[in-house]
């Protein structure tokens, strides 16, 4: 599966340390200097801008997906190559998951969990077979692993599943690991 897009769902806020903005910046040149279009919430504020800014300046296409509510507070990107403005929450995960062919959460909140989950259960039912990742930055998704690994002990998870979540703390090497991926799993239905 060649990956040509990938969409990266992270935190408008900075986080208390700042390991986060320095991440997604390198996640975003990362993805430049390999000649991947970045897809992500096209805001400017926060990690989002960190890793918009980081995808800019080593020259590759960006492109934000932003509701209408947020571009009416003036707080998208302005210097991405494409904006696609959207009624909703929906409307926009939909459209990431249309232009993707990879998808990674860096640290963020609840709404970057919710995109992400989504994704991950779409792939775990059948309907997407495209790479699936956390940057694990500062160990940041230390909890959610050990939940996912708790969820397979008790019988709510598969371990294929788990399996397919690809995991690293480095932005380059978790982005080679995408692109080496084979989906290697039954579809559960």
């Given amino acids: 599966?060649?990956?040509?897009?990938?969409?990266?769902?992270?935190?408008?806020?900075?986080?208390?340390?700042?390991?986060?903005?320095?991440?997604?910046?390198?996640?975003?040149?990362?993805?430049?200097?390999?000649?991947?279009?970045?897809?992500?919430?096209?805001?400017?504020?926060?990690?989002?801008?960190?890793?918009?800014?980081?995808?800019?300046?080593?020259?590759?296409?960006?492109?934000?997906?932003?509701?209408?509510?947020?571009?009416?507070?003036?707080?998208?990107?302005?210097?991405?190559?494409?904006?696609?403005?959207?009624?909703?929450?929906?409307?926009?995960?939909?459209?990431?998951?249309?232009?993707?062919?990879a998808f990674i959460a860096l640290p963020g909140g609840p709404g970057t969990m919710e995109e992400w989950f989504e994704v991950y259960t779409w792939a775990q039912v059948g309907y997407l077979d495209h790479p699936i990742a956390l940057l694990n930055v500062n160990n940041y998704y230390q909890p959610l692993l050990t939940y996912l690994d708790h969820a397979v002990a008790e019988g709510f998870l598969h371990q294929q599943y788990r399996d397919m979540v690809i995991i690293d703390a480095d932005p380059q090497t978790l982005l080679d690991k995408i692109i080496a991926y084979q989906p290697d799993y039954k579809k559960k239905w």
């Fill in 1 to 101: 599966m060649a990956i040509e897009s990938v969409a990266v769902y992270l935190g408008s806020s900075a986080g208390n340390d700042p390991i986060y903005q320095a991440k997604a910046r390198e996640m975003g040149q990362v993805l430049a200097q390999a000649g991947k279009t970045l897809v992500f919430g096209g805001s400017n504020v926060g990690c989002m801008a960190s890793l918009a800014d980081g995808a800019l300046a080593a020259g590759d296409k960006v492109i934000g997906v932003v509701p209408q509510k947020l571009v009416d507070n003036e707080i998208q990107h302005p210097n991405l190559d494409q904006l696609y403005v959207v009624h909703g929450m929906q409307e926009r995960k939909a459209k990431m998951m249309a232009l993707a062919d």
